[in-house]
């Protein structure tokens, strides 16, 4: 480590009179996870030795008879945790193999460092900026029970907001203002009850270093919210994502709320997705922009639509990953289930933003992701498939991706059916991706390996056990069989 970052960090040290060191990482489904030790025990030598922990403890990592991993601190993520009741330094880390000091292959963070380095190396572009756009619920109350099968299972959510508790009083005046179903955007207080908590969110992101734009309710009833987040290059932004998720957890527990990234936790309206805003730069200058283009698209930028889009069923595998992912993908509640692009078509999988005709400003959106990916390896994926678009010149305008222009809802059936959809399920998804997925192994960037084991996780972990266990909807419909 360079001797004026190890002096920033003892200067940060002093400044707050840090006593303890939380060493982050993340996951493979995409959780963070940590460990603490008293601020003495950090040195220059951790930097470039790192820590070591047990990886056959964590999701997706080691088998136990191979499990001594070390961490290695990033001194550029350094933040004081807003969190922590005694004074500590945070610190995300990369993952080490013992065995020659290697990176971790199943480190998310590394395949995210890689994705980078392809992209310097392809002479495409050398910089990739991705924007992307967490919603989030906040609730008063949630509760599930999964463990007792027999004696029944079931959940519940509970919010103030939420349009239900109209009829309500729970020992206090009902004071009547709350959104409808589907008119949750942009409503004042009364009705959105949430500006303070969203405030109080966005300035503990800004005091640990992150560049907010704006806040707001969304569309759903009962607490959807949005806080936007400034683009960044690719590892930066996945940091920040990582970052922006705990601060918006942590925020809402502290004043005994509770949030989620969940993409549809409540049936009857609008799901949280993750749109997330892409562009290639090169030297300095955007590519995504031309005067003449549709949409101001250049061809590049043309063809990196054409292999997100191209790709996208294997694409949403890694990028909406969850069961629930795919309650939220169904037609209506604007769901970007269409797999075409579109100027300002909220229903497109891709939609070109036409605020500005800035060239700087160019750029596309992706919709169909959400907050249940892993950041590192979504945005490599949609990287990975937006290259491969360029390199093998994937023209959308001549792939049956559009443009469209419409609203999709109102087209005739006949033009409706040539449209094709994202999988229906994340099952579907997975299959997608087992057929299609050497455009993400160009470079090494991501290995067959950790693709076979993403599937075969996701498939044991999430997909059987919800498929075997009966839902409630299952005993209204056939119990009386």
Same mark, same amino acid.
């Given at each position: 480590?360079?001797?004026? $970052? ?8 002093? $400044? ?5 060191? !939380? ?24 930097f470039?030795? *790192?820590t070591g ?8 990592f080691? =088998? ?27 610190? +995300?880390? !990369?993952?080490?193999?013992?065995? *020659?000091?290697k ?9 995210a460092? &890689? ?11 050398d ?6 756009e967490?919603?989030f ?39 009547g ?10 409503p004042?207080? #009364?009705? !959105? +009850?949430?500006t303070?908590?969203r405030n109080?969110?966005?300035?503990v992101?800004?005091?640990?270093g ?15 919210a ?30 005994g &709320?509770?949030a +989620?990234?969940?993409?549809? #936790? ?15 730069w $090169?030297?300095?200058k #955007?590519?995504f ?11 590049t930028?043309?063809?990196?639509? =054409? ?13 909406a990953?969850?069961t ?17 692009f579109?100027?300002r ?13 800035n ?10 992701? !959400?907050? +249940? ?22 023209d959308?305008?001549?792939? =049956?991706? =559009?443009?469209?222009?419409k ?30 997925? $050497?455009?993400l192994?160009?470079?090494k960037v ?6 076979e ?26 119990y009386?069989?």
């Amino acid at each position: 480590m360079p001797s004026d $970052k190890l002096k920033e960090i003892t200067d940060l040290v002093k $400044k707050h009179k840090i006593k303890y060191v !939380d060493y982050k990482f993340i996951d493979v489904p995409g959780t963070w996870q940590h460990k603490t030790h008293p601020i003495a025990e950090l040195d220059e030598d951790v930097f470039r030795y *790192g820590t070591g922990f047990d990886g056959s403890s964590i999701r997706g990592f080691q =088998g136990i008879e191979e499990s001594d991993m070390l961490l290695m601190p990033d001194a550029e993520t350094a933040f004081v945790d807003p969190f922590i009741r005694e004074p500590t330094l945070s610190l +995300t880390c !990369d993952v080490a193999d013992p065995d *020659g000091m290697k990176p971790y292959q199943n480190d998310p963070r590394y395949i995210a460092k &890689k994705a980078e380095k392809y992209l310097a190396d392809s002479g495409i572009a050398d910089t990739s900026f991705m924007g992307p756009e967490l919603e989030f619920f906040i609730f008063d109350n949630v509760s599930f029970d999964v463990l007792n099968p027999h004696k029944g299972m079931g959940y519940s959510i509970d919010s103030n907001e939420g349009i239900w508790n109209c009829s309500q009083n729970n020992g206090v005046p009902n004071l009547g203002h709350r959104p409808r179903f589907k008119e949750g955007y942009f409503p004042v207080s #009364p009705t !959105d +009850t949430q500006t303070d908590i969203r405030n109080e969110m966005v300035g503990v992101m800004s005091d640990i270093g992150m560049k907010i734009e704006l806040h707001h309710h969304e569309v759903a009833t009962a607490g959807q919210a949005e806080i936007g987040m400034r683009f960044d290059r690719l590892l930066k932004i996945a940091d920040n994502t990582m970052k922006y998720k705990y601060v918006v957890k942590n925020v809402a527990h502290r004043n005994g &709320k509770t949030a +989620t990234f969940m993409p549809k #936790p409540m049936f009857g309206d609008n799901g949280s997705g993750m749109h997330t805003h892409q562009s290639l730069w $090169k030297n300095g200058k #955007p590519l995504f922009f031309d005067k003449d283009g549709y949409g101001l698209l250049s061809q590049t930028a043309l063809y990196y639509i =054409g292999g997100l889009l191209i790709h996208a069923p294997a694409l949403l595998a890694i990028c909406a990953p969850s069961t629930n992912s795919y309650k939220r993908l169904v037609p209506g509640y604007e769901a970007p289930v269409n797999l075409v692009f579109s100027c300002r078509n909220r229903s497109a999988a891709i939609r070109i933003p036409m605020y500005s005709d800035n060239p700087k400003t160019k750029r596309i959106e992706f919709r169909p992701p !959400d907050a +249940t990916c892993n950041p590192y390896l979504a945005f490599s994926a949609m990287l990975m498939a937006g290259l491969d678009g360029i390199k093998n010149k994937i023209d959308p305008t001549k792939n =049956g991706f =559009g443009p469209i222009n419409k609203n999709i809802y109102h087209l005739p059936d006949a033009e409706k059916a040539k449209i094709r959809s994202v999988p229906s399920s994340l099952d579907e998804s997975l299959e997608a991706l087992e057929n299609d997925h $050497k455009f993400l192994t160009q470079g090494k960037v991501f290995t067959d390996s950790f693709i076979e084991n993403w599937i075969a996780y996701k498939r044991t972990n999430e997909v059987d056990p919800v498929r075997i266990r009966t839902h409630p909807y299952e005993m209204f419909l056939y119990y009386d069989a």
